[in-house]
């Protein structure tokens, strides 16, 4: 059997996926525990699903450390183990073909920094196997990714995000899919890396967009699909049946890449 895995959230709004997997937990979908709930966003709705379970949760008001940052750039908190060249030479959210002021970029990764900085710090009362993104909308930078991945091809960050990736990554998915024209839909459950919705893919879920489909009924059947695919997946992670596995291929210009994406072991597989 299966042990259950500790598994950490981070919500910023609704928390209808957080719900999904508290349920899916309870009744045993999944071999794991939600021990604790973190958000950017104090006020975020999903804070209170946790509290009716009895999970311990915690804010830290991105939007204030932000603006603090901004306002007074000199007295800003900035972890004493920040190293802003490391970071920025790490993370791929911006590239340099981007043209994006340079200083514009490092205000961003610190001032992004400084927040993770103290979810981590809140984090450490609750030690886990597996953190979880449900509708987490702010963009983790390598300074905490490399905090919580401290296992070397082992990540143990999981985003769901309501397009299928790699079209639409961003912060509007289904608005993005469906503006777009697209005739198929869905959901894609991956591991966080440093770029921006682009680490290795653990599962999808597709659907038809039909001809009187609005907006709103895309993401409402997204987020029904959301529901189940979430859960499936950390559940494969905590029967030790993910595996990340680096691959070379060659581009259509014939440059050489590598990607690393994720093998689903068979039962009885697990590593
Ligand atoms: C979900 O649709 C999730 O896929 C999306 O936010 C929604 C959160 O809903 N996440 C992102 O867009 C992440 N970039 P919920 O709070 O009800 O789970």
Redesign the pocket.
Known sequence: MTSKIRIGAL?S??????QAIIDACEKGAVAGRVEFIGSDNPNAA?LEKGKRHGISTFSVDYGAVIRAYYNDRAHAAVPADFDLDEIRSKQTLFSVDDEVDPDKVAAFLTSRAIAEARLLKEMIAHPFELLVL????RTLTPYFIDRVNTTKDEPRIM????ALLPSFPG?D?YGDTFRYGCKVAG?TVHFIDYGE?SGPIIGQRAFPIQFDDTLETVREK??AQ?WELYPECIHLFAQGRLKTVKVDYESRGGMKAERTVVRILPPGKES
């Open positions: 919500i709004g609704t928390g209808s996926n957080l999903g449900a509708g987490f909308m985003n769901i995000h309501p912060i998915g959901c919705d997204g987020l959301e």
